[in-house]
């Protein structure tokens, strides 16, 4: 099946520094890469659709200039958390659209933020 | 706001098949019913999807009332490997997924 891959795992970084998160479709293209959020024992909640080679649409509630993200290929979409405080720590997980007619979605395997 | 509803837990004996309901009363004819679960601390995995039609594949199979206002995941032999939440999602098109708060599975020995 198809792969996604995220990178940083995970990560540790201190208030008011930027973290950057990627994520990558190894062998599928994906004009379409979606970023959720998942806080400890909670659902994921979606954060914003990425569209490659323009820009991302955000949920209510998200702050387009806080989360920025990024698909400038079709292989690849970056999430950076800028000004990252303590309660920006959280699970953060892409998928991407196979772009097949299930409208199956493959999943990365997340990235563990944690802000001191 | 998701469209389905499950139970929040279940616990199935390792060996046994696990049966694990979805009520989605609203669904429209487009609709397909999608299953996802999530191990602890890893993205989501990708189990089956239907219509209208009964579906099994190597992990599952999935079974959708004829009225299509509900369905049933089954793993017919469930291993301690299989504890996990899962998610009962309906979706339309190329759409994000709208997770709801899932069944957590536990598998006991």
């Known amino acids: 099946g198809a792969v996604v891959s995220q990178h940083p795992s995970r990560v540790i970084c201190k208030s008011g520094t930027s973290v950057k998160i990627e994520c990558r479709s190894l062998d599928f293209q994906a004009t379409t890469m979606f970023w959720y959020r998942q806080f400890p024992k909670q659902s994921l909640m979606l954060m914003a659709t990425?569209?490659?080679?323009?820009?991302?649409?955000?949920e209510q509630g998200v702050e387009k200039d806080k989360f920025l993200i990024n698909h400038a290929s079709l292989t690849l979409s970056t999430l950076t958390v800028t000004s990252a405080h303590p309660e920006d720590s959280s699970f953060y997980i892409c998928?991407?659209?196979?772009?097949?007619?299930?409208?199956?979605?493959?999943f990365g395997p997340g990235t563990r933020l944690t802000v001191t | 706001d998701a469209k389905t509803t499950q139970p929040p837990s279940m616990d199935c004996a390792e060996g046994r098949a696990a049966n694990l309901p979805c009520n989605h009363s609203?669904?429209?004819?487009?609709?397909?019913v999608y299953w996802y679960r999530q191990i602890h601390s890893q993205g989501p995995q990708y189990i089956i999807h239907g219509l209208k039609n009964n579906e099994t594949n190597e992990m599952a199979s999935l079974i959708i009332t004829e009225d299509r206002k509900s369905s049933t995941l089954i793993l017919p032999h469930a291993t301690l490997r299989d504890t996990a939440v899962y998610y009962c999602i309906v979706v339309s098109g190329n759409t994000p997924l709208v997770f709801g708060k899932g069944t957590r599975l536990s598998v006991i020995a």
């Open positions: 609203t669904i429209s004819g487009n609709e397909y």
């Open positions: 990425s569209n490659e080679g323009s820009k991302a649409t955000y």
């Open positions: 998928s991407a659209d196979s772009g097949a007619s299930s409208y199956e979605q493959y």
